[in-house]
């Protein structure tokens, strides 16, 4: 079955065809990778598109950049991109900009 992903630069909706493998498709408007191992730095039109258009699950860290926790689980976060894509999209919002 066919699946939408969301490109992680430029947003747009692409079509992956039933057995493509992600991890190395590329965006088709863009032309960069649709994966990049790296949790997608979205605004709220970003993070919504990623999550109404995108097939796959997206997992939000929703962060602030005067919080310590935040800044201490970045890391790991930024590592669990590399492990789930392209089977979930990692993405990271500043509460404080958005
Ligand atoms: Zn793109």
Request: glycine residues 6%.
């Amino acid at each position: 079955m066919a699946r939408h992903v969301v490109c992680h630069n430029c947003a747009a909706v692409n079509r992956l065809a039933a057995g493509r493998t992600a991890a190395a498709a590329k965006c088709g408007t863009c032309g960069q990778a649709l994966f990049n191992g790296q949790p997608v730095d979205a605004d709220a039109e970003i993070l919504r598109r990623q999550i109404s258009r995108s097939d796959i699950p997206v997992l939000i860290d929703v962060w602030a950049p005067w919080c310590g926790p935040c800044r201490m689980m970045a890391p790991a976060y930024a590592e669990a991109a590399k492990i789930l894509e392209p089977e979930v999209r990692l993405a990271k919002l500043n509460s404080q900009e958005n």
